[in-house]
């Protein structure tokens, strides 16, 4: 085990007030130690890290000029709050990052006093800052309400609904804006700088203040033209004439990493009297660690890595990882049909579009962080004869869900929703299962939902898709690598509703959707050994049920159990409306379902995931034996 690195400033800080006792001119090196100890921690747990070291000076900055936490501190998304995590008394347990038990990849409530609100998905900060700071206004209290949101998050149209309605706010909120990809302002340096704390001050807002109420005096003519005038020429020199427009008086842009030009700032910000105000802050993803400065990705997200090298872990090879093989195939397919086109939203590696990005850059279209615009974008693509995939994480994709409905589902039109992280997620946690998309979608009318239960089928899968003009159809696959089966050449169509069986049996069938399959098959085993035929049918599709097959399980088989990763109202509860309505269940046919429990899985081992969820072998196995001691009571019972 490496040695900890030597911080003896940070180590006098348990909390942001002891913190605020520290001289100004040594914050400098307690920046420089958060940011080693941040290294050190993520080195020996894996993680988000490019984020979190480009905001290492602004955490410092916020927790010494702001009295949080009653001044409620939100960072948006939550990746880059390992620093702020530091400072505010959780460091012993910083090395537990996303480990079962341990603390949260993300802001989380209930871990801290200092999280006031939770994140995990980007593009809520400034809604809830405007919460915050508006039930502050309503009941008379002084707190100030601080969202902290990247440039990225920046592309969700949530942002900007949320600036709109901001000013009614006042002071009490302030939008910490983090430009970490220099996409929006040009450069900083000492003139930015300068003017940033000059409209910053209390004198240029008290004096803009002033003008604006003397020019209201005058004619509206004349007004409006004072107003445009001032705006236009601050928004020349500082670029904030959009957020402007918005209501926000805005500061900035101001280098991120200089805590002798931040600190003054957020200081007049903190006590002003005007606002909304958003400050423009520029920082550096990766800061201070040369690997992660110099990646193409910024070490964004990384495994376990070794500190002085920055070479991460790598895994010992094995199957591909199932977004890899959907963006090869579905490149594949696009090279003889044109009409073949992908989307994504922010996430083109994690999907595998960045394959077919490379392949077909023309057709490959990354939307940003807007899952609404991306979903609707591709209902009009399919509405003009195009074949749009729209590639989303499934906890993603509920934040589309209208647009599915209305846009896509109503209208009956050919999108293809290609579902990735579908399930249990591991160290990413509640936030990023995708627990739920089998109930939302096979809910809806005109719908196919497949799902993939291992990789050769996800080829299959994103074939039927491509070929698949009737209407909306969606395939759902897991994070991760495959389960090793080989990729077939040539890609099958399957057909509509038709599941396949891949084990006879005669007392038993086990009914599995999508990536449990295998666990099934392992059950077989283990219940073939007890002396119980087993059948197992990959059903495939949980809209449109295989009606037949079903009804050929249950009218042959003492115990029918469904087996799917996802929430309740999937396949099981699909099954069980099917069997009630065909009234399957009167001749004493037992049916059981397993399915994800009825509570939002913390992030751990995934194997501990599954245990936790009961859908292993062994669970299904106990789950057979008990329903068939209860159906042996039961027919005791009506014998007697």
């Known amino acids: ?207 803009r203040s002033l003008a604006s109420r003397i020019s209201r005096k005058l004619s509206r003519r004349v007004h409006s033209g004072l107003e445009k005038a001032e705006e236009y020429t601050r928004g020349m020199v500082t670029g904030g004439t959009l957020f402007e427009e918005l209501g926000f008086y805005y500061v900035g842009p101001i280098d991120g990493h200089d805590l002798d030009h931040l600190i003054p700032v957020l200081e007049n910000v903190r006590d002003s009297e005007q606002g909304p105000i958003l400050v423009h802050v520029v920082t550096k993803k990766g800061k201070g660690y040369a690997p992660a400065e110099n990646s193409a990705d910024k070490y964004h997200g990384v495994a376990k890595f070794d500190v002085i090298t920055g070479e991460q872990k790598k895994s010992s090879g094995g199957p591909p990882n199932y977004q890899n093989v959907f963006g090869d195939t579905l490149a594949k397919l696009a090279e003889s049909d044109l009409r073949i086109c992908a989307i994504t939203a922010a996430m083109p590696s994690g999907t595998g579009v960045d394959r077919f990005a490379r392949a077909h850059p023309e057709r490959a279209f990354d939307v940003g962080i807007a899952e609404q615009h991306g979903v609707t974008f591709a209902a009009g693509l399919a509405a003009q004869g195009m074949r749009p995939f729209a590639a989303i994480y499934s906890t993603f994709l509920q934040r589309a869900y209208d647009q599915v409905v209305h846009d896509v589902a109503i209208q009956n039109l050919p999108v293809r929703f290609a579902i990735d992280r579908a399930g249990l997620v591991g160290a990413d946690g509640a936030t990023h299962a995708g627990s739920f998309d089998v109930t939302y979608l096979a809910s809806l009318p005109n719908f196919v939902v497949m799902a993939a239960a291992d990789e050769a089928e996800l080829v299959h899968m994103t074939y039927t898709a491509a070929e698949y003009d009737e209407g909306p159809i969606a395939f759902r696959y897991p994070r991760g690598a495959g389960v090793g089966v080989p990729l077939p050449e040539k890609p099958e169509k399957l057909e509509i509703g038709k599941g396949r069986v891949v084990r006879e049996g005669s007392k038993i069938a086990l009914l599995s959707l999508g990536t449990r399959l295998h666990e099934a098959l392992k059950a077989a085993d283990q219940l073939e050994a007890k002396g119980l035929s087993t059948t197992v049918a990959d059903m495939r599709f949980a809209k449109p049920l295989d009606t037949a097959l079903i009804e050929k399980l249950m009218r042959t088989h003492e115990v029918v159990v469904t087996i799917e990763e996802a929430a309740i109202g999937g396949l099981g509860a699909h099954v069980l409306t099917f069997a009630s309505d065909e009234g399957l269940t009167d001749a004493g046919l037992k049916i059981r379902t397993m399915r994800l429990p009825d509570m939002f899985q913390d992030h751990d081992d995934p194997a501990k995931q599954y245990d936790e969820a009961r859908l292993n072998a062994t669970h299904i196995v106990e789950t057979v034996l008990k329903a068939l001691r209860h159906n042996s009571a039961g027919v005791a019972e009506a014998r007697a």
């Open 1 to 207: 085990m490496s040695q900890r690195p030597d911080t003896p400033l940070l180590d006098t800080v348990a909390t942001p007030q002891d913190l605020r006792r520290i001289d100004k001119s040594r914050l400098r090196q307690l920046s420089d130690e958060l940011r080693t100890e941040m290294i050190d921690a993520v080195g020996s747990t894996g993680g988000h890290l490019g984020s979190g070291l480009g905001v290492v000076e602004l955490t410092v900055a916020i927790h010494y000029v702001f009295n949080t936490p009653e001044d409620k501190l939100i960072w948006d998304v939550g990746h880059q709050a390992y620093p702020h995590k530091i400072l505010t008394g959780r460091r012993d347990r910083i090395r537990t990052l996303r480990q079962g038990g341990g603390l949260s990849g993300f802001t989380k409530r209930s871990e801290s006093e200092y999280d006031p609100f939770g994140a995990a998905h980007s593009s809520t900060s400034i809604s809830a800052g405007l919460g915050f700071a508006v039930a502050n206004k309503l009941n008379d209290r002084p707190g100030k309400a601080i969202a902290v949101i990247g440039d990225g998050a920046m592309s969700a149209g949530m942002a900007y609904e949320a600036m709109n309605n901001a000013e009614q706010a006042g002071n009490r909120l302030i939008v910490i804006l983090n430009d970490n990809d220099m996409s929006i302002a040009p450069p900083v340096g000492g003139l930015s700088a300068y003017l940033a704390r000059m409209v910053s001050s209390s004198e240029y807002l008290g004096l």
